[in-house]
């Protein structure tokens, strides 16, 4: 009898030692809202007639009443000023097996859909991989029927200081590049800006991080980060052109912590 009470005690203990940390690596989750109340840029625009292949480009709907004039809509909120593109980042913790990942696999994908770099934000990684995709051709266009020329340019941008990181044209769909930047202006402060030298309205804009606990937010400018270690955090909320601001949260093992952010 005990034998079996200890060996019954010993498989409790041993299943609290096993599921311990488990529960630990589980962290909690950071959710909430980034709005912005300034005064929202009109679109910047851009003459189709300027840039090649004007009528397959003309397919995206980010475009004048006309048609004949691309709108990029740098800003985008919606009736509760929710902030659509922000990304919302933990800045305190530096993850160097995600990092060393990020230099064999690129944690973003952007691709070239309808003359438009797809996310329009996102992240990077300094010393990781950067990964473009070429989605784009025009069946109507004998010049262009095995994929519209598009030329990622990308750059380590801080403010209007900035060098360029990659520049290499993909000519067909499904062409992609994957290649590593270096961002050596991050701790600075820098981000990636990526723009297409054939179609100047194709940008985009990517924010550097150091670890996985990041989100973009929606339409809404909602947000929900999972998994992130217990314990107090510095996170950032930053879109390109409307700002940043930061906040400290504590993140409760199993819990999920409030963090709104206003961009003014």
Not at 161 to 176: C, M, P, Q
Not at 184 to 189: A, H, L, V
Not at 215 to 221: C, S, W
């Amino acid at each position: 009898m005990r034998n079996r009470q200890s060996l019954t005690m010993s498989f409790l203990v041993g299943c609290m030692l096993i599921a311990a940390p488990l529960v630990a690596q589980a962290g909690g989750t950071i959710k909430g809202k980034v709005t912005f109340t300034g005064k929202v840029p009109p679109p910047k625009e851009f003459a189709f007639s300027k840039f090649p292949n004007v009528e397959f480009c003309k397919k995206n709907e980010s475009k004048s009443a006309d048609g004949e004039t691309r709108l990029l809509k740098e800003v985008e909120v919606d009736g509760s000023k929710g902030l659509k593109h922000a990304v919302v980042a933990v800045t305190d913790i530096k993850d160097k097996d995600f990092m060393s990942q990020a230099g064999k696999e690129s944690p973003q994908l952007v691709e070239a859909d309808l003359c438009e770099f797809k996310p329009y934000t996102g992240v990077a990684v300094s010393k990781g991989l950067f990964k473009v995709v070429n989605n784009d051709a025009d069946p109507s266009d004998p010049k262009s029927a095995e994929g519209v020329l598009h030329n990622p340019h990308s750059f380590d941008q801080l403010g209007a200081k900035s060098s360029t990181e990659f520049n290499i044209g993909l000519a067909k769909k499904g062409d992609s590049l994957e290649k590593k930047v270096k961002l050596k202006m991050s701790k600075k402060g820098s981000v990636l800006r990526l723009q297409c030298d054939q179609h100047e309205f194709m940008q985009g804009w990517y924010l550097p991080v150091t670890n996985s606990h990041y989100g973009v937010a929606g339409a809404d400018g909602t947000f929900e980060i999972k998994d992130v270690p217990a314990g107090k955090h510095k996170v950032v909320a930053w879109h390109p052109i409307a700002g940043q601001v930061e906040a400290d949260v504590d993140v409760k093992d199993g819990g999920t912590v409030e963090a709104n952010f206003e961009i003014k």
